[in-house]
């Protein structure tokens, strides 16, 4: 085998098959062929601009970075392990059609500041497209709200029946965890947002770049400031991995919630048929498959963080090998975290909510009982200690007579304490319940109505 035809100057021979295999990168990182041609297209120009190169050869450079950009679109293009990864294809390819001059491209720049370039390019372009993604299961959920303001379900903590709330209530608090995974995308993105390129292998260039000119052209606010950080980086895919564990971990959560939900135990909701599977031996189940694989695929993007985030601490600066492992864990994140979103805008739009069932469980385990101590205090003047006392006998009673709070008699009541009046029974129902949680934040219909108002007019504006 002979020396590698790009770098292989100093060498006599040319790598063991094994060797070729463990280098190359090229069947993950053609990924980056549309970022690493604009960045080749944004270097040239400087490079001309700057009298680095003549023009002649600039043109020629970015007619040819066109033709191999169509012929990748079309897919006509070859790669061969051999020429290792995308940047080495494609300053390869550009030899073959325009000659000579192709070797001009590569001048005040490395592979090193290119394949950080590539990235932040790669990554940035992802973060824009989940931003939508995550936007559209907003309004998903915001459309269930809507409709479901005054749906009353059991609310839990520790998955113990504890107080009514209301079906668009929980919704909101899913839209409101995926705010903040915007609004993680959005810091990120901005710490992201400077361009590399122009660091060279580690220490700048003794070219007269202009690197404001790359910067610029190629969407950045700015160069990075120091060559040796610039090449050797990678916090923020380590940013965009923290933000999709995060975000995995919100969908997982809500995807669990539907596993439970549509089960013959608890019938709250029933997912379409869009979402659901069946089983080959019983032929009565309807499985919610997509939720659990969005649960299941929660691990994997924690996964990716937890591996670049090892692949990167051991690692003397600058530049090293190893950073060629970022890229898969960054693919395999962004592409699941893609197909979940959706799939989960799809289940949530999807999605069927029995109201009778949910609201038949909603005063299962007593749960109107802290509004039967609340009416204590507020109608009897009674210390909120005692009335909790006073409301843990009478729910005692209530299990003993294997019936609900709102069961019992008035007179049985008073044989607890004897100054209750038939006034309680107004806050006795779920119903009730619900409609008195007006606090700031409360889960009352009138209090949800306001939020999905609110929430209409925002993401209107996004
Ligand atoms: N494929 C390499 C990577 O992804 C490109 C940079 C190679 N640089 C080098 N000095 N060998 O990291």
């Given at each position: 085998m002979s020396a590698n035809e790009l770098w292989g100057g100093r060498f006599a021979k040319g790598p063991a098959e094994i060797m070729e295999r463990i280098n190359a990168s090229i069947d993950f990182d053609r990924r980056l062929y549309r970022q690493d041609i604009t960045g080749s297209m944004a270097h040239s120009s400087m490079l001309m601009e700057q009298g680095i190169i003549s023009r002649e050869d600039g043109e020629k450079i970015q007619e040819g970075l066109q033709t191999i950009l169509r012929e990748i679109e079309a897919g006509n293009f070859k790669t061969d392990p051999a020429l290792e990864d995308i940047h080495m294809h494609v300053e390869a390819r550009l030899r073959e059609i325009?000659?000579?001059?192709?070797?001009?491209?590569h001048t005040g720049r490395s592979r090193n500041d290119q394949v950080a370039t590539d990235m932040r390019l790669w990554v940035r372009d992802t973060m824009d497209h989940l931003d939508g993604e995550l936007k559209a299961l907003q309004e998903a959920l915001l459309g269930q709200a809507d409709a479901e303001a005054g749906t009353v379900m059991p609310g839990f903590t520790h998955l113990q029946a504890a107080q009514p709330v209301t079906f668009g209530h929980h919704m909101l608090a899913y839209l409101e965890m995926f705010s903040r995974d915007r609004d993680r995308l959005k810091d990120a993105r901005a710490r992201l947002n400077?361009?590399?390129?122009?660091?060279a292998a580690l220490a700048g260039t003794s070219f007269p770049i202009d690197r404001e000119m790359t910067a610029k052209e190629l969407g950045f606010d700015r160069p990075t400031a120091n060559s040796l950080d610039g090449v050797s980086d990678r916090d923020f895919a380590l940013e965009f991995l923290s933000f999709a564990s995060i975000c995995s971990m919100h969908l997982s959560r809500l995807a669990e919630e539907i596993v439970i939900w549509s089960s013959a135990q608890f019938r709250f909701v029933t997912c379409s048929d869009s979402f659901s599977t069946g089983s080959s031996i019983m032929p009565q189940k309807k499985n919610p498959d997509a939720a659990e694989l969005i649960r299941g695929k929660a691990g994997r993007s924690a996964g990716a963080f937890t591996c670049l985030l090892m692949m990167m601490k051991g690692l003397p600066m600058t530049y090293g090998k190893d950073m060629q492992e970022d890229k898969e864990p960054v693919f395999d994140a962004a592409d699941n975290l893609q197909l979940c979103l959706a799939a989960m805008s799809g289940m949530i739009s999807d999605i069927t909510v029995n109201r009778d069932v949910m609201k038949g469980a909603s005063g299962a385990g007593f749960t109107t009982a802290t509004d039967l101590a609340d009416w204590l205090v507020r109608k009897l003047d009674m210390p909120f200690r005692n009335a909790h006392h006073v409301t843990g006998a009478l729910v005692k009673m209530a299990e003993n007579k294997d019936c609900g709070l709102e069961d019992l008699s008035l007179e049985d009541m008073q044989t607890v304490e004897s100054t209750i009046t038939k006034d309680v029974f107004d806050v006795l129902g779920v119903d009730n319940s619900v409609a008195s949680r007006v606090s700031y934040g409360g889960t009352a219909p009138s209090k949800v109505r306001e939020q999905v108002a609110a929430w209409t007019q925002r993401l209107a504006g996004e």
């Open positions: 325009i000659g000579d001059s192709a070797g001009r491209l400077e361009c590399p390129l122009g660091s």
